[in-house]
Nanobody, 132 residues
Framework: DVQLVESGGGVVQAGGSLRLSCAAS????????IGWFRQAPEKAREGVAC????????YYSDSVKGRFTISSDPAKNTVFLQMNSLKTEDTAVYYC?????????????????????????WGQGTQVTVSS
């Protein structure tokens, strides 16, 4: 079974940094895309970043480009989201998600019409709070 467990959330002041981790199991990084999403109270879920397969191709939403970095360590089955220059509007529950690359492409991925970017498997989330 696919399992995704996020960690690393917390409270940080605006301008600070946090690194989220996603421990993954039940699938191979080689043929899956792994992404980070977030959902703030009373707001729709938003895709933040994703990394695709062993090539490590990445995609970022405009709201985080230049501030967040997604990376993976396949040997440790872990994906990271380094978040720098945090803003109060980054406050949200952050979720890790995974999908087979073939399905990701078929569904349009991050450039498709779905807010889930076509991802199938989801973690429970970790809270990130950025204070002013």
């Amino acid at each position: 079974d696919v399992q995704l467990v996020e960690s690393g959330g917390g409270v940080v002041q605006a301008g600070g940094s946090l690194r989220l981790s996603c421990a993954a199991s039940g699938f191979s990084f080689d043929d899956h895309a792994i992404g980070w999403f977030r959902q703030a109270p009373e707001k729709a879920r938003e895709g933040v970043a994703c990394i695709i397969g062993s090539d490590g191709l990445t995609y970022y939403s405009d709201s985080v480009k230049g501030r967040f970095t997604i990376s993976s360590d396949p040997a440790k089955n872990t994906v990271f989201l380094q978040m720098n220059s945090l803003k109060t509007e980054d406050t949200a529950v952050y979720y890790c998600a995974a999908v087979e690359i073939t399905r990701y492409v078929e569904r349009g991925g991050a450039r498709g019409n779905s807010t889930s970017w076509g991802f199938d498997y989801w973690g429970q989330g970790t809270q990130v709070t950025v204070s002013s």
